[in-house]
């Protein structure tokens, strides 16, 4: 069951919107599917990104994906615990292995996310 | 034309029954990983002991008065020093040098059994086949005869002992026995694909799965784990052991993959030695060797690697993170100058250098029992 409270890509990250700022990670889902994470490439604070662009990398042993922002903004912080401990993500999707928080420019992007029954439903199909 | 369908192993429920996460891995339905995950798996490996499926490996039996000169004929080793009882590392090439395929030779009683990778059964067997000449031999495809399963890890031998194989501590690597424990016939090697201490049990089909049973069994208290294809791939390139298809191929010679020592030119002619051997006299232009990431990437597999002045000088064969070393690690064929320990090198990692330092393998101490 997905996360209430939570905005979700068809690409399987989450956002978590706190007024101006949303929080990112990967859902469960996502962790699971990729296996053993190895390594995550994360961008800078400063940096921009843009909504269903990549802004990073996730790799497990079996394969590199990219990373795709729920929302268009600038970074504002990445998960610094994520170099040196990059399982995190496999151990606690939702909280500790939180990715990126970004300063949205527009809220209104959220009408493009999902919501949880909404995510719920879409992996229901994916499984078929 | 029509795709055949994978084929499972005589184990392949016990695989669904723990939930393993299945690939078809050159027509085999085989366990990639279990629940625990590749990096736990092959950590524990090496702190307990780990259990796999490997019933996908060919074995091809060479019988007959001329088994022995077919067999020097056709690979590397020299098959001849071979006692009863003995597990030789052999490879057989082309005229041309390069490598058909790599196995471990059994000799036993009245045969040799060659024990060949899952991808290269066909091509084995036609090879041999195709340079039987007028020589009195059978060669035969006994790969569906046989499952095997693999124990590996410092405790593999305690558990081997408490499954009923009793005489077990006498066993030496590179050796082997056939018997019977619990009722049940096979032939039990102290070989492995690991560098650790480890036994492979080649069983009837039908007996598969109660041998998997009670070895999983006995191991429960020594905290056995099943592992899969990921884990046994980072296992291997932890010792720098070569994957065929990966770090060795019908294009790479035994010299230039560092499995020269597996060659004997002086002992008996054989397929390629020709070629060989003007490889040894000119010397070789590139080296299969080992690295380890100094800054953090994942080096996979055909990734670029460029030496320190940023020229292209090689590529990466098999990539992974180490669990028993926490580090990233690879094999990689780069030019022979850039092939000495400690050189530095960079990997190309979706269009950034990220810098590595050549090593040799291996990158742990085997821990094989090479005394009894």
């Given at each position: 069951m997905a996360k209430e409270g939570l905005l979700f890509t068809k690409t399987h990250e989450w956002a978590k919107v706190e007024g101006d700022t949303a929080i990112v990670g990967i859902t469960d889902h996502a962790q699971h599917q990729l296996g053993d994470i190895v390594f995550v490439e994360l961008p800078k604070a400063g940096d921009n990104v843009k909504q269903s662009e990549s802004f990073g990398t996730i790799e497990s042993t079996k394969a590199a994906s990219d990373l795709y922002s729920p929302f268009s903004g600038q970074v504002l912080?990445?998960?610094?615990?994520l170099l040196s401990n990059p399982a995190l993500v496999n151990q606690d999707p939702y909280e500790k292995g939180w990715m990126i928080k970004i300063k949205m420019s527009?809220?209104?992007?959220?009408?493009n996310l999902l919501d949880a029954t909404a995510y719920d439903s879409l992996l229901k199909e994916e499984q078929h | 034309m029509e795709k055949t369908m994978p084929k499972k192993t005589s184990l392949y429920q016990k695989h669904t029954e723990a939930q393993a996460n299945i690939i078809d891995f050159h027509g085999w339905l085989l366990?990639?990983?279990?629940?625990?995950g590749i990096l736990n798996e092959a950590k524990q490996t090496r702190t307990t002991a780990g259990i796999f499926d490997l019933s996908h490996m060919g074995e091809i039996e060479i019988k007959g008065q001329d088994s022995l000169a077919f067999l020097q004929k056709i690979?590397?080793?020299?098959?001849?020093?071979?006692?009863?009882g003995e597990v030789q590392y052999n490879m057989a090439c082309n005229p041309e040098g390069g490598i058909i395929d790599d196995f471990m030779t059994y000799r036993k009683e009245d045969s040799f059994l060659c024990v060949v990778n899952a991808s290269n059964i066909k091509n084995v067997y036609h090879w041999f086949d195709k340079n039987?000449?007028?020589?009195?031999l059978e060669i035969e495809d006994k790969s569906d005869d046989f499952s095997l399963i693999a124990l590996q890890g410092p405790l593999s031998e305690k558990i081997l002992k408490e499954a009923g194989?009793?005489?077990?501590?006498d066993l030496v690597y590179m050796h082997f026995i056939e018997g019977k424990a619990d009722g049940i016939s096979c032939l039990l090697s102290?070989?492995?694909?690991?560098?650790?201490?480890g036994f492979e049990i080649y069983v009837e089909n039908k007996h598969a799965c109660e041998l998997w049973d009670l070895f999983l069994e006995r191991g429960k208290k020594h905290d056995l784990h099943l592992c899969g294809l990921g884990a046994r791939d980072i296992l291997r390139l932890e010792m720098g052991y070569p994957l065929y298809g990966n770090d060795i191929t019908?294009?790479?010679?035994p010299i230039e993959a560092s499995?020269?020592?597996?060659?004997?030119p002086e002992a008996k002619d054989f397929i390629g030695k020709e070629k060989i051997l003007e490889v040894l006299k000119e010397g070789i232009k590139r080296k299969r060797t080992g690295f380890i990431m100094k800054d953090r990437g994942f080096p996979r597999t055909g990734y670029e690697i460029y030496s320190g002045?940023?020229?292209?000088?090689g590529n990466v064969t098999s990539g992974a993170f180490s669990p028993n070393l926490e580090k990233f690690i690879g094999a990689c064929y780069v030019k022979k100058e850039h092939s000495v320990p400690r050189t530095k090198i960079f990997v190309k990692i979706r269009d950034k250098l990220y810098e590595a330092e050549v090593v040799n393998f291996p990158f742990l101490k085997p821990r094989t029992k090479k005394e009894a």
């Open positions: 912080e990445a998960n610094p615990e527009s809220r209104e992007e959220a009408k | 366990p990639v990983n279990y629940p625990a690979v590397t080793n020299d098959v001849s020093c071979m006692e009863k039987r000449g007028n020589l009195s194989f009793k005489t077990v501590q102290r070989t492995g694909y690991t560098g650790d201490d019908s294009e790479t010679n499995l020269g020592w597996a060659v004997k002045e940023s020229q292209l000088t």
